[in-house]
């Protein structure tokens, strides 16, 4: 005789699973406490219905969809570390995978890309403050956490990424630190902060110097990260702001007067590209042809277009020579009399 699945579930459990009604109320608890970040709570509830496969999958889709661990610091409180402890011994997570090194990137869910970013986030905070007394998560479970996040997320990296290089839009906490833009993007913060708060006759001087180069640094590595990340598409406002600034290397190459138009050429632009605003004309055109050089390379890998740096330089060579050849003076030619007249006595007519 065949024993009834709920019969089953009271001799494997000691306890069938909940019916519709109170699945319904878990999640719904769930919700509340994760949007109250009462983590102390949701340990109970966990911890109640440990042994119930469909609740625990209730709360922990509640859990991952808060985004709980959105900094290195958010990983550290107390209630946080039981919870995830409290989530990994339940049957659930033990039959789903709770060892991040076991799941492959293509097989993670939503819980495990949580389980991800709390491994990985964790692992920062302790990298960066060692001396806490506690225990930093194994190499192989950081490891296999960013895999995880980098299938699951790299579209939104791409996406905060370029908006970082072309409009200085923060990134998330994650981004910043995954990409290696934390210091970058706290000074430049600090930075931005400061100079808000603070009048011009009262900020120091290497404070108005440093705010361009600190600035031009941080778009620069963004830029970087976000074009090394393989099989992305990059967004069309970072593709049409590299064509904008490419441009602007082109006039700047062809009449380094440019420079000093502030309407569309500022510091930092000329920080990014190595231009020196004191240098001679000649030098700033060498540099911003370097840099044409350098961005039409860069533009051509990323969208596969053809290049425009040769057919520009040429262009620039020969409006050189036109210029030149326009400015070279004019030899006046005389004629020249083979038998002049002699001087004492005058033809007469």
Not at 234 to 241: A, C, G, P, Q, T
Not at 255 to 262: F, L, N
């Amino acid at each position: 005789m065949k024993i009834p699945r709920w019969i089953a579930a009271i001799l494997r459990n000691r306890q069938p699973e909940p019916g519709f009604r109170e699945l319904l109320d878990v999640e719904q608890e769930a919700n509340r406490l994760t949007g109250a970040y009462d983590h102390g709570e949701l340990v109970k509830l966990i911890r109640k219905y440990r042994h119930s496969e469909k609740a625990i999958e209730k709360i922990a889709m509640q859990v991952a969809k808060s985004y709980p661990f959105y900094s290195p610091a958010s990983t550290m409180n107390k209630g946080a570390a039981e919870m995830i402890k409290a989530l990994k011994d339940t049957r659930f997570m033990k039959k789903c995978g709770h060892r991040l090194s076991e799941i492959t990137p293509q097989r993670a869910n939503m819980v495990h890309g949580m389980l991800a970013m709390y491994t990985f986030m964790r692992d920062a905070y302790l990298k960066k403050l060692p001396n806490q007394g506690r225990q930093t998560p194994p190499s192989e479970e950081v490891e296999a956490a960013v895999r995880i996040l980098d299938c699951r997320i790299s579209y939104n990296d791409v996406s905060e990424l370029c908006g970082l290089a072309s409009d200085m839009m923060m990134p998330s906490r994650y981004v910043m630190i995954r990409y290696g833009l934390e210091d970058k993007c706290d000074t430049y913060n600090f930075m931005e902060k400061y100079l808000a708060e603070h009048n011009d006759y009262e900020m120091e001087e290497h404070f108005r110097n440093n705010y361009a180069p600190i600035a031009a640094d941080m778009c620069r590595a963004a830029e970087k990260a976000v074009e090394g990340i393989k099989g992305v598409r990059l967004s069309d406002r970072y593709l049409e702001n590299l064509d904008h600034e490419l441009h602007l290397l082109g006039r700047i190459a062809a009449s380094p007067d440019a420079v000093y138009d502030p309407l569309h050429i500022d510091k930092i632009f000329l920080f990014k590209y190595g231009i020196d605003i004191t240098a001679a004309p000649e030098k700033q055109s060498v540099q911003a042809q370097k840099a044409y050089k350098e961005l039409d390379d860069r533009l051509v890998r990323v969208t596969g277009r053809r290049p425009y740096a040769d057919e520009f330089f040429a262009s620039l060579r020969h409006g050189k020579e036109k210029v030149a050849e326009v400015d070279r003076p004019r030899l006046v030619h005389k004629p020249v009399l083979r038998n002049p007249p002699s001087k004492g006595r005058k033809m007469g007519l």
